[in-house]
């Protein structure tokens, strides 16, 4: 990653579990996803949030 791009992931504001759960940004089909994949303890931005949504939603079922 070069200096700009991290500086930038830096700057982006991060949520925990339950402000990301409670924002409108997401539809209650993603945040019952964001319950089952986001941890307590920590902390997200929205991107990292959407990118876990969409890798729970790409999963293989068998």
């Known amino acids: 990653m070069n200096k700009s791009r991290l500086q930038e992931a830096e700057l982006e504001p991060k949520f925990s579990k339950e402000q990301l759960k ?34 729970y939603l790409k999963k293989e079922v068998m």
């Not at 539809?27 to 986001?38: E, R």
């Open 22 to 55: 409670s924002a409108r940004r997401y539809t209650p089909s993603q945040k019952d996803i964001l319950s089952a994949v986001l941890l307590e303890q920590e902390t997200y931005t929205h991107e990292q949030a959407l990118s876990m949504i969409t890798a």
